[in-house]
């Protein structure tokens, strides 16, 4: 990213690393078919096999437990399919709530967290699904997934975890968390987009929703994207050391802004706050044409600002939420970004305060 304009939008996509672009071109120079038994397909396969053992490291899983998709949201499709009763977080990614619309939601406290005594009251009645994201993509916030599969395995049930805003960001155990499903993608961490992974727990079932070859042990039909793979693969292992708070913690010092969800465990990188009385489109425009990039709400939504249905389901009034934005932090920020993003928003603030003011006198 050039000097000149800061980036602070990791949540939504993250630059491509150095060693990513590296792998991606290496593996588009050289070719090659995976499932080919020759010595250009052999050369593919190992690329694959190498990414493979990348991701699994990345989140404490085995190799054979890695499935590769297009991005997280047909990882999180593909967790999904094939379940009876499913029970959701009211929180959730769109492509969650879209992929299982009749779904019963779970609700959150106004730091966002999980409500465990309805997920346990819920669970009572009959087995089911779980799915429940590790970290909040607007507001960062961390659920308790432990926690939930604790009660989820008293009861007999499944459990789906979104991790894709998590990894590469803070410390991601498949075996610690003990779900059987955990969705990942690669442009959150700085590889390139179009590839991620379902991480399938050994003898947890799968539901395929396409047939054709062999490819992924049966369980994902169709010629592997090897170049976005190793790409993937090549990001997840510079991401295993993870972010520290020390920028969001800055940034948040020095705004007066509102955090949402800044009681409760949160990404590293991730701070959702309010500017008191200028809209978030506002705020997001202006700070663009000052040289910086966040973004309202999540960044699946055509390009749309509307109002946020996780602050919504925070229980944040309206006021609050229609002027919160989020930052995003990500492995090429530095202090210098931070504090051209505290100077622009300061100067904003400003300018709005004084057009306030100002009016109210003359009037």
């Not at 397909?41 to 190498?50: F, I, N, P, S, T």
């Not at 007999?156 to 894709?164: K, Q």
């Not at 996780?310 to 990500?330: N, Q």
Request: charge should be neutral.
């Amino acid at each position: 990213m050039a000097a000149a304009y800061t980036y602070l939008d990791h949540n939504a996509t993250s630059p491509l690393r150095p060693v990513a672009l590296d792998a991606v071109v290496e593996a588009l120079q050289a070719g090659g078919n995976p499932s080919s038994v020759h010595r250009p397909g052999r050369a593919a396969r190992a690329r694959l096999d190498k990414a493979r053992k990348q991701v699994a490291g990345l989140v404490g899983a085995l190799p054979s437990e890695v499935v590769f998709t297009s991005g997280g949201t047909e990882a999180n499709n593909m967790a999904l399919r094939g379940h009876g009763r499913v029970l959701v977080s009211a929180i959730e990614h769109e492509s969650v709530l879209r992929a299982v619309p009749d779904a019963e939601r779970l609700p959150v406290d106004g730091n966002g967290l999980l409500d465990l005594a309805t997920l346990e009251r819920l669970l009572a009645a009959r087995p089911a699904l779980v799915s429940v994201m590790l970290a909040n993509n607007e507001t960062g916030v961390i659920q308790p997934v432990a926690e939930v599969v604790r009660l989820a395995r008293a009861a007999g049930a499944l459990v789906h975890c979104d991790a894709v805003q998590a990894a590469g960001k803070v410390p991601v155990d498949l075996r610690g968390l003990g779900v059987d499903y955990l969705s990942l993608s690669a442009h959150k961490l700085g590889g390139p987009t179009g590839v991620g992974a379902l991480v399938v727990r050994a003898g947890a079932p799968l539901a395929t929703d396409r047939v054709g070859g062999g490819q992924e042990a049966w369980r994902r039909a169709g010629t592997e994207n090897v170049a976005g793979i190793a790409g993937f693969g090549a990001a997840a292992e510079a991401s295993r050391d993870g972010l520290t708070p020390a920028l969001r913690d800055r940034l948040e010092a020095s705004l007066p802004g509102k955090v949402h969800g800044a009681g409760a465990p949160r990404l590293p990188n991730t701070s959702c706050l309010s500017m008191p009385g200028v809209k978030a489109e506002t705020q997001v425009m202006a700070l663009d044409l000052a040289g910086v990039a966040v973004s309202a709400g999540s960044a699946c939504s055509s390009g749309k600002v509307s109002r946020s249905a996780v602050l919504a389901a925070m229980g944040v009034d309206i006021a609050d939420a229609e002027t919160a934005i989020r930052i995003s932090c990500g492995w090429n920020t530095v202090f210098e970004d931070i504090e051209r993003l505290i100077a622009a928003w300061q100067a904003l603030y400003t300018r709005v305060t004084y057009s306030d003011f100002s009016g109210a006198r003359a009037a």
